[in-house]
């Protein structure tokens, strides 16, 4: 090969690089307009529900309507992390709790356990009555909000009953508490109860 066609071909390499490098570059373009706009992603809701806690008393969804709700889901495995998150609210927001802008609902997915062994279960919950949690015997609530069961997961829901923010956790720690913090202080100064 003589040196001319050596250079142009060089050339001609390095000019296609610069195309496929700029090529790369450049922001994809959507390969046909859309007609209409895509609807917002909805959020979930907290799901209708009517679950018994251990002490025999019935639970629905209405019971939480107009509030900013605060559920503590847990699994067979993870049960014991429903009283220390539990502790820990309480001791965070005692003046919203108790005026009634916050509630706090502990689920326990139970589902799985046969029938003959769920008196035994429910033994294992707290007797006291401060200390209740739904028994979600069918795991409803875990399926609804895809939750893994084996360890505990916060979800928190506006007064609207839509979900605002969902996370798994496997101890207590100052960093989620931190954080539901601001989320409820948001929530409960934008839309104080009456």
Not at 109 to 119: D, E, H, I, N
């Amino acid at each position: 090969m003589s040196d001319r066609v050596r250079q142009r071909v060089r050339a001609s390499v390095i000019r296609l690089g610069v195309v496929v490098c700029l090529l790369s570059l450049a922001p994809a373009l959507p390969a046909q307009q859309e007609s209409a706009p895509r609807p917002p992603v909805a959020r979930p809701r907290l799901m209708e529900f009517e679950l018994e806690d251990q002490f025999r008393r019935t639970w629905t969804h209405e019971d939480y309507a107009d509030r900013v709700v605060l559920a503590i889901a847990t699994g067979k495995k993870s049960s014991d992390l429903a009283f220390e998150w539990g502790e820990a609210i309480a001791a965070a927001f005692p003046q919203q709790l108790d005026s009634g802008d916050v509630a706090v609902l502990a689920v326990a997915s139970l589902r799985g356990v046969p029938k003959f062994l769920r008196g035994v279960v429910v033994g294992r919950f707290p007797e006291r009555e401060d200390r209740w949690v739904l028994m979600d015997w069918k795991g409803a609530f875990a399926r609804q909000y895809g939750l893994d069961t084996d360890i505990a997961s916060l979800l928190l829901f506006d007064q609207a009953g839509l979900l605002v923010s969902s996370f798994p956790t496997e101890s207590v720690n100052e960093f989620q508490l931190a954080i539901l913090q601001a989320q409820i202080d948001e929530l409960v100064a934008a839309s104080p109860r009456p």
